[in-house]
């Protein structure tokens, strides 16, 4: 499921947040973490219109969101890795889902940023 958010302040240009949910469990937690500062945040800084990121993980369910802002809502939209990258790779590794299965992905302009 695809959905988009923009962000829109009078001092910047609209921002676009990609939401990556996963699911962690405690014995992956501190990998994931690991993976997401090791990883997957520097391999984004090499991806154009990368504009930051946040990741956000609820201790009760184990329910983990990445999100990621990107400059223009068609670089947030374009499949992961579509300059011949594959930024998402190292999540994919310790997922809970079948093996190859994306995360599910949705795009949300950023409608106020601070």
Same mark, same amino acid.
């Given at each position: 499921?695809?959905?988009?958010?923009? +962000?829109?302040?009078?001092?910047?240009?609209?921002?676009?947040?990609?939401?990556?949910?996963?699911?962690?469990?405690?014995?992956?937690?501190?990998?994931?973490?690991?993976? +997401?500062?090791? =990883?997957?945040?520097?391999?984004?800084?090499? =991806?154009?219109?990368?504009?930051?990121?946040? &990741?956000?993980?609820?201790?009760?369910? #184990?329910?983990?969101?990445?999100?990621?802002?990107?400059? &223009?809502? =068609?670089?947030?939209?374009?499949?992961?890795?579509?300059?011949?990258?594959?930024?998402?790779?190292?999540?994919? #590794? +310790?997922?809970?889902?079948?093996?190859?299965?994306?995360?599910?992905?949705?795009?949300?302009?950023?409608?106020?940023?601070?």
């Amino acid at each position: 499921m695809e959905v988009t958010i923009a +962000i829109t302040c009078e001092k910047e240009r609209s921002v676009y947040a990609q939401l990556v949910r996963s699911h962690t469990t405690d014995q992956k937690r501190t990998a994931t973490h690991r993976i +997401i500062n090791d =990883e997957l945040i520097p391999a984004l800084h090499d =991806e154009p219109g990368f504009a930051g990121a946040l &990741s956000l993980v609820n201790l009760r369910t #184990r329910e983990a969101i990445m999100i990621v802002l990107w400059q &223009s809502a =068609e670089q947030a939209q374009r499949p992961v890795g579509e300059n011949g990258t594959n930024v998402l790779a190292p999540l994919l #590794r +310790i997922g809970d889902g079948p093996p190859g299965e994306r995360p599910p992905k949705s795009v949300w302009e950023v409608t106020v940023r601070v």
